[in-house]
Structure formats: structure tokens, C-alpha cells
């Protein structure tokens, strides 16, 4: 009725005003077989007539019964729950099954969590006949309830989400020959690692002599460097091959894109001969 107001059209107009518009292809066609009969109806004569044909004749008890059936659950909001019900109700308008404020106050007190059904029981809400304002302080309860609710979830989903990370971080593999490095300097050699010292010429004589890899530095391989399986042996074993004796392997600065993370060619730093420390005392 607001449509026909709004747009002025003569109550004797309803019915041939509103039919065109109908989307529906079912409703157009019945609307133009019977549109003698129809446009001689009123508008409320039409509806009817409209309800009967296309609506099942219990639609009303059907529509009535979903809110007679709805209760609040414990994971949908008082405003999400009433907002359904009134919806729902706005569909019975016109007809003797919709519900009044103070029917839907009733419905809404005794469907509702059981901690709101308590609250609308207490003079506060009992004694309030608007039922906006009911609905007001039913809501503020439930949204406070919901918020005191969720903030221990949230700290422990924070908190276990932290935990996750430490532990993730905790557990990264180092690699093998990178120095543990801390205090103040640890930035100056974060890309620093390990690395083997240069082969010396009797190193090199010797593996050349014994069909040796230059590469992974053994004997009679049977392959050379650049078909190496094995790669650079490990620089925080690494032993001169002449000697047999422990060679420091330099720390230095090399960039994180070369080849062989285990290989840089360095001139020699040091030899470390590994003697055991045997006790004595002197007189």
C-alpha cells in the first residue's frame, strides 16, 4: 500500500498497476488468463485470490510455527535471534497468527539462553512495556556476556600462538660449520661461515699421485672434481691430508649464492697438531 500512495494510483488502479510487475513467469501467465475476473477485483480481493493459488493452504501455520520453534542458541547473538523472529513475523502481517509486542516479549523471554531468560525475569526488564527498550536490555546483558566470554579465548589463542612460534623457532637445524656467535660483534659476522683452506702443493701432488678427487679430497675415486657425488668435506673436521693433523678452517665473509656453501679458496691460516695433555709435576 505504501508503493500506491508513494506513487499516487487510484485504488480502482491497484491490481492493473501491481500485476505487470510481477517477476515470476508462473504469476504473469495466471495473472493474463484470468485478468477479466482479476481486474475487476479489489487489491486485498486479489491478493487473496493470489495466496490461494500459488501459496499451500497451511501456509500460515507453516510460517507461525518457525518462530513458536526458535529458541536462542548459546552461538547466535540476541540481536542475530530477535532480528530472525520479527522477520519471520513480518510475514504474518495481515493475519491472525502474528504475533503482538507483548506476544513476542513473552516468546523472546522464555526461548532466550538461560542467563537472559533469568535477567528479563528481574524487575528491570519485567516492569518495561516498550518493547524496543526490552530488546535493548536483553541485548546490552548478552553483548557483555559475549565479550567476557571471548577475551579468555582470545588470550589463549595469543598465547598459544606465541608458544607455536618460539617452538618453530627453537627447533631450526643450524648448519653444519656455522659459528655460534653472540654479544656485541654477532652482527658483524652474520654472514660468516667456515671454510676450507686451500689445498697445499703436497695435498695436491699426493691426490694427483693416488688418482684422488680434488674436490672431496679422497683417493682413488675413480671420478674427478667436477663430477664429484661426495662435495667438500666438512671444515670443522677437515685434516690436512699430508699431515694428519686438525687445520683450522678460516671464518670469513662470503656471499650466501656461492656454489658450494662448504668452499672458498683461502690461502692457508693455521695447523693444529692434536696432542693430548698428559699430566706431570714438577719436583
Same mark, same amino acid.
Given at each position: 500500500? /505504501?508503493?500506491?500512495?508513494?506513487?499516487?494510483?487510484?485504488?480502482?488502479?491497484?491490481?492493473?498497476?501491481?500485476?505487470?510487475?510481477?517477476?515470476?513467469?508462473?504469476?504473469?501467465?495466471?495473472?493474463?488468463?484470468?485478468?477479466?475476473? %482479476?481486474?475487476?477485483?479489489?487489491?486485498?480481493?486479489?491478493?487473496?485470490?493470489?495466496?490461494? /493459488?500459488?501459496?499451500?493452504?497451511?501456509?500460515?501455520?507453516?510460517?507461525?510455527?518457525?518462530?513458536?520453534?526458535?529458541?536462542?542458541?548459546?552461538?547466535?547473538?540476541?540481536?542475530?535471534?530477535?532480528?530472525?523472529?520479527?522477520?519471520?513475523?513480518?510475514?504474518?502481517?495481515?493475519?491472525?497468527?502474528?504475533?503482538?509486542?507483548?506476544? %513476542?516479549?513473552? /516468546?523472546?523471554?522464555? /526461548?532466550?539462553?538461560?542467563?537472559?531468560?533469568?535477567?528479563?525475569?528481574?524487575?528491570? $526488564?519485567?516492569?518495561?512495556?516498550?518493547?524496543?527498550?526490552?530488546?535493548?536490555?536483553?541485548?546490552? $546483558?548478552?553483548?557483555?556476556?559475549?565479550?567476557? *566470554?571471548?577475551?579468555?579465548?582470545?588470550?589463549?589463542?595469543?598465547?598459544?600462538?606465541?608458544?607455536?612460534?618460539?617452538? &618453530?623457532?627453537?627447533?631450526?637445524?643450524?648448519?653444519?660449520?656455522?659459528? %655460534?656467535?653472540?654479544?656485541?660483534?654477532?652482527?658483524?659476522?652474520?654472514?660468516?661461515?667456515?671454510?676450507?683452506?686451500?689445498?697445499?702443493?703436497?695435498?695436491?701432488?699426493?691426490?694427483?699421485?693416488?688418482?684422488?678427487?680434488?674436490?672431496?679430497?679422497?683417493?682413488?675415486?675413480?671420478?674427478?672434481?667436477?663430477? *664429484?657425488?661426495?662435495?667438500?668435506?666438512?671444515?670443522?673436521?677437515?685434516?690436512?691430508?699430508?699431515?694428519?693433523?686438525?687445520? &683450522?678452517?678460516?671464518?670469513?665473509?662470503?656471499?650466501?649464492?656461492?656454489?658450494?656453501?662448504?668452499? &672458498?679458496?683461502?690461502?692457508?691460516?693455521?695447523?693444529?697438531?692434536?696432542?693430548?695433555?698428559?699430566?706431570?709435576?714438577?719436583?
Amino acid at each position: 500500500m /505504501h508503493y500506491f500512495n508513494y506513487k499516487k494510483v487510484a485504488e480502482a488502479d491497484h491490481v492493473t498497476t501491481i500485476a505487470p510487475l510481477f517477476q515470476s513467469p508462473l504469476v504473469q501467465q495466471w495473472y493474463f488468463a484470468n485478468q477479466n475476473t %482479476l481486474k475487476a477485483t479489489t487489491f486485498d480481493e486479489f491478493m487473496v485470490a493470489l495466496r490461494k /493459488h500459488f501459496l499451500k493452504s497451511n501456509w500460515v501455520d507453516s510460517i507461525c510455527s518457525k518462530p513458536l520453534l526458535s529458541y536462542q542458541s548459546a552461538d547466535k547473538s540476541f540481536d542475530n535471534w530477535v532480528e530472525s523472529l520479527e522477520t519471520t513475523n513480518a510475514l504474518l502481517l495481515n493475519t491472525s497468527a502474528v504475533f503482538s509486542a507483548a506476544h %513476542l516479549c513473552k /516468546h523472546i523471554e522464555s /526461548h532466550a539462553v538461560e542467563d537472559l531468560h533469568t535477567f528479563a525475569k528481574t524487575s528491570v $526488564v519485567f516492569d518495561t512495556k516498550d518493547f524496543q527498550q526490552f530488546k535493548s536490555l536483553l541485548s546490552d $546483558v548478552d553483548s557483555k556476556q559475549r565479550r567476557n *566470554c571471548s577475551q579468555p579465548k582470545y588470550e589463549f589463542k595469543t598465547c598459544l600462538s606465541s608458544c607455536t612460534r618460539l617452538s &618453530v623457532t627453537s627447533h631450526v637445524p643450524r648448519i653444519a660449520g656455522t659459528p %655460534l656467535v653472540s654479544g656485541p660483534s654477532a652482527g658483524t659476522i652474520t654472514n660468516s661461515r667456515r671454510v676450507l683452506p686451500k689445498l697445499t702443493n703436497a695435498e695436491q701432488k699426493l691426490l694427483s699421485d693416488n688418482k684422488g678427487c680434488l674436490k672431496c679430497q679422497k683417493v682413488n675415486t675413480g671420478h674427478f672434481a667436477k663430477d *664429484c657425488p661426495a662435495g667438500f668435506p666438512n671444515p670443522s673436521t677437515y685434516r690436512n691430508l699430508v699431515t694428519g693433523r686438525n687445520a &683450522v678452517a678460516a671464518i670469513i665473509e662470503a656471499p650466501s649464492s656461492s656454489p658450494d656453501d662448504n668452499f &672458498v679458496e683461502v690461502d692457508n691460516v693455521a695447523a693444529v697438531h692434536s696432542i693430548n695433555a698428559l699430566p706431570f709435576c714438577l719436583e
